[in-house]
């Protein structure tokens, strides 16, 4: 099966820096790759994906890029504020199948 | 439009005892899946429904188990609890295999 992993487990940046997490998958055939955002005592929540015919998508301060060739991608958030702590997660899946094979998360915190 | 619901929020068992958790999709959607999230393990795939049919399953054991009901609500059942299905069960629904994914806000089961 598919094998998502994420780096890095923990990030801390300063208000306004840039926050960059890294995502692998094994299986070939993964083409939907969408990033959650978790926040404490709440389910996960859908903040941007990318499926596999595209390159790169953004949508204000976050981005998303993909590299099919060397199977990564990778959720950039610029400019962070304090509000974009929390633990977020990759993960990957087929059109064909409706599982989604996550990544073990990275809890980031932005210092004011 | 509203999001996706679960009953209970929290629930305390005890080993031995069954359990039966409640999930309502975003009105339209006809897939709802189950996770499971530890501190340890992360996000886990338990099971997907579609249309009231079981399309996927994850690697857990025979004592958890789901179903689907025509108005597309599910619910999951986790029989003989053991110490170790302490977790946040999440649910998550989409339109359709492939699609956006979005999750409700979990329940939290608590095993003694």
């Known amino acids: 099966g598919e094998n998502v992993e994420q780096h890095p487990s923990t990030l801390s940046v300063q208000e306004g820096d840039s926050a960059v997490i890294k995502c692998t998958y094994s299986?070939?055939?993964?083409?939907?790759f969408p990033w959650y955002k978790q926040e404490l005592g709440k389910g996960p929540q859908l903040i941007i994906d990318?499926?596999?015919?595209?390159g790169e998508k953004k949508d204000q301060r976050i981005a998303v890029t993909l590299n099919k060739t060397a199977k990564h991608f990778s959720l950039h958030i610029t400019e962070t504020q304090p509000e974009d702590s929390a633990v977020y997660f990759c993960?990957?899946?087929?059109?064909?199948?409706?599982?989604?094979?996550f990544g073990t998360g990275t809890s980031l915190t932005v210092i004011p | 439009k509203a999001g996706v619901t679960q009953t209970p929020r929290y629930l305390i068992k005890t080993r031995g005892q069954q359990v039966t958790l409640s999930c309502s999709p975003i009105?339209?959607?006809?897939?709802v899946s189950w996770y499971q999230q530890t501190p340890g393990q992360g996000l886990q795939f338990l099971f997907e429904?579609?249309?009231?049919?079981?399309?996927n399953k994850g690697n857990f054991p025979g004592r958890f188990s789901g179903r689907q009901f025509s108005n597309s609500r599910s619910e999951m059942n986790v029989s003989t609890l053991e110490l170790g299905d302490s977790a946040l069960y999440l649910c998550?629904?989409?339109?359709?295999?492939?699609?956006?994914?979005?999750f409700g806000p979990g329940t939290r089961l608590t095993v003694l």
């Open positions: 998550a629904s989409s339109l359709d295999v492939g699609l956006e994914q979005f």
């Open positions: 009105s339209g959607h006809r897939s």
């Open positions: 993960a990957a899946s087929t059109t064909a199948g409706n599982q989604f094979y």
């Open positions: 990318i499926r596999s015919n595209v």
């Open positions: 299986d070939s055939a993964s083409n939907y």
């Open positions: 429904y579609f249309s009231e049919t079981q399309r």
